[in-house]
C-alpha cells in the first residue's frame, strides 16, 4: 500500500516562502510520476505542478515562476518550493502518486497565506 506524507505547511504573510515535503512509501518511488494539487475553500480540486519519473516538469499557469517540484529518489520524497506566494494560494495541499494504473492521495497540509 502506497503511503504519503506531506509536511512543510503552514502561515505565511505575501510575498513569503514554503517548501512543502511529500514522503512516499510502499513502492519503487523513482518509477512513480508525482505531483502536487490544491483546493481552495469551495473550490475543486487542482493541479499544481507534476514532475515525471525522469524529472520532467510541468505547471499551472498560476504558479510558473513562483513554484519549483523536485524529486529526491534517494530519500523517497518530493518537494514544492513555493515562492513569492499570493493570497490566492491559500488552499491544502496534497500530494500524489501515479503508481502503474493506480493513484494515491496524501493526507493534505494547509498553506495559508495572510497579513
Known amino acids: 500500500q502506497v503511503q504519503l506524507v506531506e509536511s512543510g505547511g503552514g502561515l505565511v504573510q505575501p510575498g513569503g516562502s514554503l517548501r512543502l515535503s511529500c514522503a512516499a512509501s510502499g513502492s519503487r518511488f523513482s518509477d512513480n510520476i508525482m505531483g502536487w494539487y490544491r483546493q481552495a475553500p469551495g473550490k475543486q480540486r487542482e493541479p499544481v505542478a507534476v514532475?515525471?519519473?525522469?524529472?520532467?516538469?510541468s505547471y499551472a499557469d498560476s504558479v510558473k515562476g513562483r513554484f519549483t517540484i523536485s524529486r529526491d529518489n534517494a530519500k523517497n520524497t518530493v518537494y514544492l518550493q513555493m515562492n513569492s506566494l499570493k493570497l490566492e494560494d491559500t488552499a491544502v495541499y496534497y500530494c500524489?502518486?501515479?503508481?502503474?494504473?493506480?493513484?494515491?492521495w496524501g493526507q493534505g497540509t494547509q498553506v495559508t497565506i495572510s497579513s
Open positions: 500524489h502518486a501515479v503508481v502503474g494504473r493506480d493513484g494515491y
Open positions: 514532475i515525471g519519473s525522469l524529472g520532467s516538469t
